[in-house]
């Protein structure tokens, strides 16, 4: 157990749909990030919030929002959903957000399949 | 941002033989981990480790962090290894952690 839970782990809906993934992230950890792994795919980095802000963004969707709440738990928004959107979401925390963030711990991924 | 490359792609072994994986940078990192994703998808921290050498079990992992690579050498491997093992790294300027394409190793009984 990485002690990042993320809900819901899966979730089928359909296309021009929006859903919300839900991380927390370990206990005293100030940095979240997001990452979508596609099918036989990578992990690409989506967005990253450190204490509330945002602190870098990668390869993020308009349709797609994130943001940390002042309790450091972060939501993932996904609008408009189109099936290539479907994916496993990870969400990662680490103890910090700046050059040095210390060591990432993935929770188990949200499995979001479109159809 | 910096490029992860990571070798083989590929790797069948029959159970209890040894392997090494390697994974090269473009760039300096000063956050390097090996993770190892099992067949239900979850991501499993093996080794944090910006430079320097670190066992666990049969499980080691060796960062050279002045020529931009790291391996991580199986030992005696298990059909429970079989997974994808991904390296990671972070630039030295930057707060993202990049990953390579990954590893996929399939352990026979």
């Known amino acids: 157990d990485s002690g990042v839970t993320q809900t819901p782990k899966h979730l089928i809906t359909a296309t021009g749909q929006r859903v919300t993934l839900r991380c927390s992230p370990r206990s005293g950890d100030l940095s979240v990030y997001w990452y979508q792994q596609s099918l036989d795919q990578g992990l690409q980095f989506l967005i990253q919030?450190?204490?509330?802000?945002?602190?870098a963004k990668g390869n993020i969707l308009e349709r797609f929002s994130a943001q940390q709440f002042p309790d450091l738990h972060s939501e993932l928004n996904l609008s408009s959903l189109e099936l290539g959107d479907s994916a496993l979401y990870f969400c990662?925390?680490?103890?910090?957000?700046?050059?040095?963030?210390?060591?990432?711990?993935f929770g188990e991924g949200s499995r979001l399949t479109v159809l | 941002g910096i490029q992860v490359e990571q070798s083989p792609p590929d790797l069948i072994l029959q159970e209890g033989a040894n392997s090494t994986l390697r994974c090269n940078f473009s760039d300096s990192v000063n956050n390097l981990q090996w993770f190892h994703q099992n067949p239900w998808g979850q991501l499993i921290n093996l080794f944090y480790i910006p430079s320097g050498t670190k066992q666990n079990g049969r499980l080691s992992a060796t960062t050279v962090a002045t020529e931009r690579y790291s391996l991580l050498y199986i030992s005696s491997s298990q059909t429970t290894d079989s997974g994808v093992y991904f390296c990671?790294?972070?630039?030295?300027?930057?707060?993202?952690?990049?990953f390579g394409e990954g590893t996929q190793l399939t352990v026979n009984p």
């Open positions: 990671a790294g972070k630039e030295t300027s930057g707060s993202r952690l990049t």
């Open positions: 990662a925390s680490s103890p910090s957000g700046g050059f040095n963030t210390g060591e990432l711990f």
């Open positions: 919030y450190y204490n509330g802000e945002e602190r």
